[in-house]
């Protein structure tokens, strides 16, 4: 299973109805089972989640950038990585 995929599941918990306690549940898997296998570090799949849910709200870039540097305390390059990630998992506009 690639990064990606987990990310995209990660992502997709924002939109599952189900009980609170039943997604943070699913979501310690997810983040457990990339982890196990070195493709996802569970902080990494938090601020892709979060990148992709400021791109689904219609956040610039830029805004989304300096949200994540300045909550996770992560780089330039770093941020525009995550943002680059969640990219990826964000369904293309017709």
Known sequence: MRADVLADLLAGLGECDAPPEAIAEFRQLIEAVGARHGLLAPVQAQRIE????????????????????????????QAYRDIAAALQIVPKQR
């Open 50 to 77: 979060f990148a992709h849910q400021l791109l689904r709200d219609g956040r610039a870039r830029a805004e989304i950038r300096d949200r994540l540097m300045c909550r996770y305390q992560v780089g330039e390059s």
